[in-house]
């Protein structure tokens, strides 16, 4: 059978053509960050990582395809600090993610 890597795109849900769909998403957003907190309050800061707006587990419970979890509606830049801080509120605030190398937690 065919190994998945630990922490590869493959065991994350992501697609193999990630690298293309993110670098269009950071374009898209003009590599500024999306997040709630950022929107609501009027907050500019530089993103450099994309987020699942809906999160992948919320997704695959909401019955949606991978195709509709990895769709540019639901991708957004983000900023590497709101980034993890918005893991751990989706994490339930019990544990912290372990960060891989690539900014994104590494699901346990």
Known sequence: GMWIKAGSKA????????EA????????????????????NGRVRTASEVDHVVP???GIRRGWT????????NLAAINPEC???K?????GQSRRPRIGID???IAE
Not at 34 to 39: I, N, P, V
């Open 11 to 18: 065991e994350r849900g992501l697609p193999a053509n990630w």
């Open 21 to 40: 769909i993110r670098a269009a998403v950071l374009r898209r957003d003009r590599y500024l960050c999306r997040c709630s907190e950022c929107q609501t």
């Open 56 to 58: 992948r587990a919320e």
């Open 66 to 73: 991978l195709a509709q979890i990895n769709a540019m509606t």
């Open 83 to 85: 980034h993890k801080l």
């Open 87 to 91: 893991s751990v509120k989706e994490m």
């Open 103 to 105: 900014g994104y937690p």
